[in-house]
């Protein structure tokens, strides 16, 4: 069982920069892959980013490619998503997951790829 804690959204101004993370419970962290998912009002949610379980592998989503940059520590048992140059249209609420599957990183990109998921936090981005 893994219980899965988002932190650090708030409001910010187009072009500027958040740092969210997510803390993990349970002993074995380092062998879930971890995501970062959003959904915006009246929308679906969507992948945002993964990152293997060792941290040595990385994909995103192309609308945030080269802005957002997730990383992990998983001696802290946290995983964190650095956003910078934000757009309105990053407004929504972000959710971290936890996967167990080792499945490639197309196959991590999506929500049925995941066991366990946070509550969220609310990024809203003012133009």
């Known amino acids: 069982q893994v219980q899965l804690v988002e932190s650090g959204g708030g409001l910010v101004q187009a072009g500027g920069s958040l740092r969210l993370s997510c803390a993990a419970s349970?002993?074995?962290?380092?062998?879930?892959?971890m995501g970062w998912f959003r959904q915006a009002p009246g929308k679906e949610r969507e992948f945002v980013a993964t990152?293997?379980?060792?941290?040595?592998?990385?994909y995103y989503a192309d609308s945030v490619k080269g802005r957002f940059t997730v990383s992990r520590d998983n001696a802290k048992k946290s995983v964190y998503l650095a956003m910078n140059s934000l757009k309105p249209e990053d407004t929504a609420v972000y959710f971290c997951?936890?996967?167990?599957?080792?499945?490639?990183?197309?196959?991590?990109?999506?929500?049925?790829?995941?066991?366990?998921w946070g509550q969220g936090t609310q990024v809203t981005v003012s133009s």
């Open positions: 997951a936890a996967g167990a599957s080792t499945g490639n990183m197309y196959y991590m990109a999506q929500s049925r790829a995941y066991d366990y």
């Open positions: 349970g002993r074995t962290f380092s062998n879930y892959g």
């Open positions: 990152i293997r379980g060792s941290g040595t592998s990385t």
